[in-house]
């Protein structure tokens, strides 16, 4: 398993709302120069953070985006799950995966199922916040 780029910028576009749009929604122009991120990408980035619901927008001179809830409430294996699609370590593990016809005599299985276990255990216990504080 890897993290993309949209996935780490992901993270990066959240962190920056929570640290600059606390009061006020915020401009993808500024994100973009803050994280040096292309807007084209930050806009297809935030599309996918606003159907989900952890971003809600505001049209306007003063619109923006900013974050639906506080970031104690976000835990970063949502933001991660979100962007990326699965976490998963390997495809057989991936959400909607066809049944592995070894799945019965896979020797490694158990193993990739605990790493999967670790993995979105870990990610689901930091928050933005403990991020934003650097307590991780």
Known sequence: MMISTKGRYALRVMIDLAQNGKENYVSLKDVAQRQ????????????????????KSLRGKS??????????????GEILKLTEGTLAPVMCLEENADVCERAGDC???PLW????????????????????????
């Open 36 to 55: 040096n991120i292309s807007m084209k990408y930050l806009e297809m980035i935030v599309a996918i953070l606003h159907k989900g619901h952890l971003v």
């Open 107 to 109: 020797m490694t299985l």
């Open 63 to 76: 619109g923006g985006y900013k974050l639906t809830k506080s970031p104690s409430e976000y835990k970063v």
């Open 113 to 136: 199922q605990k790493l999967d276990s670790v993995i979105s255990q870990y990610l689901d216990s930091v928050t933005l916040e403990d991020v934003l504080n650097r307590k991780v």
